[in-house]
């Protein structure tokens, strides 16, 4: 863990070869489920309520842990004792934090679930608790010594530019998660090794609405003609579709109750990126990220639990 504004020369650092980095959110999770949200002006009974270290880059690095994968995580926490909590939380998790960024007041983040597990997320993000360029710059060892390096396009344009730059420069996989903001986030779609995104963010990144597994794959194979190896796209309410040069597999949404849909996405992308990481075919890694939703969305919250699926 560093400030923002200097940069590394931890030599033990330096010299750790592998793993993935998670450029994300970090965040303290909030999740309350309740049978019903109250109109205005009435309260409801809390049914359950938990209290963790989240945000979508802390899912999805927890998962690939949990998977068996060592892990770096980039990302901003407050300067407050949240943010302490925060780092515990991570290095309890077995997470190299040791780049993250101390900067202002944590993100918030509250997820209020009712009884057919419909989700509603109030997001408190202050800007400092984005990364900035600079932030990615100041851990460019760390980009340096990763084999992968995981983009979550939610954050800022220049984070983004600038880990992709660092990454391809040192020849690591590139994989992006969610839909590009700019047009400059969505050209970085050509250096990718891996993209992911759910129906609605495949559909703005692709202009195609993925709503048959037909559709998903004719966007799909639009984007690996950019040259990305593999595309894993959501289809409206059916699964996940997981295409690559060769052939395509089509996961379906299991029987399972859907509890809380949160984490799902970033617990598909933890599976998909182990599995290809160790050197399973693309099939075979979308079976696993299909396992790694299918277990999350029978989780309350966004944090996965995925060691058993651990390949
Ligand atoms: N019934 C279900 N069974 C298994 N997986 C599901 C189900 N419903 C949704 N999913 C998974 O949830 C993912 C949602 O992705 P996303 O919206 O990115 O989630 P998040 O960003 O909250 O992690 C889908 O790609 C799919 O893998
Ligand atoms: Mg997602």
Redesign the pocket.
Known sequence: MVDNHRAHSDPAHASAAGGVLVVGQIGRDLVISTDRVPDPGASVDVAERLEMWGG?GANQAVGMRQLGTPVGLLGVVGEDEVGERLLASARADDIDVRVVVRRGTSALLVDVVDAEGRRRLFEHVPAEALLTGGDVYSAREAVARADTVCLQLQQPEPALLEAARLGTATGADLVLDGAPQTPKVRALVGQARVVRA?AHEGELLTGIALESEEAALSAARGVLDEGVEVVAF?VADAG?LVVWDEGHRFLP??P?R?LD??????A?LAGLVTGLRNGAAPAQAGELA?AC??ST?QRLG?RPDLSALRP
């Open positions: 979508k759910n959501g996940d949404h299991g399972q859907v849909p949160t984490g799902a996405g970033d598909f299909a939703a299918a969305v966004g």
